[in-house]
């Protein structure tokens, strides 16, 4: 395979420069950036999208960023995150506003987006 091959350039598609990869058995885009190879990567599900992360705790803006890449905090929005499947420590729950939560394998979060108080 020669270099243009490589990066689709003879295809005339055009290559994704935002660090996300498609996506294995799954077809899910997963992030490949900000991965330090010393740290443990996981598979956590947003809003029933899956996404690769690394480390063991997740802040809530990044798991707001990830539901909604484009999300304004203008305009009164309030974000309630959930999680179930959770590891043993805390199994399921709702993180609190700039909280961080432990994370396990397969965890799932439910990020609910709302303009009313």
Same mark, same amino acid.
């Given at each position: 395979m020669d270099e243009e091959e490589k990066t689709g350039a003879s295809s005339?598609?055009?290559? $994704?420069?935002?660090?996300? %990869?498609?996506?294995?058995?799954?077809?899910? #885009?997963?992030?490949?950036?900000?991965? %330090? #190879?010393? $740290?443990?990567?996981?598979?956590?599900?947003v809003n029933g999208r899956e996404h690769r992360h690394a480390g063991d705790s997740?802040?809530?803006? %990044? =798991?707001? $960023? =990830?539901?909604?890449p484009d999300l304004s905090v203008e305009g009164g929005r309030s974000l309630t995150v959930a999680y179930r499947d959770? #590891? %043993?420590?805390?199994? $399921?729950?709702?993180v609190p506003h700039d909280g961080l939560v432990r994370v396990a394998n397969g965890q799932a979060f439910n990020v609910s987006l709302t303009d009313k108080s």
């Open positions: 005339g598609v055009p290559q $994704r420069t935002d660090g996300v %990869e498609p996506g294995g058995s799954s077809g899910v #885009p997963q992030r490949t950036d900000d991965v %330090e #190879p010393s $740290r443990s990567v996981c598979t956590i599900v997740i802040r809530r803006s %990044e =798991l707001a $960023r =990830l539901a909604y959770g #590891p %043993e420590q805390n199994p $399921r729950g709702v």
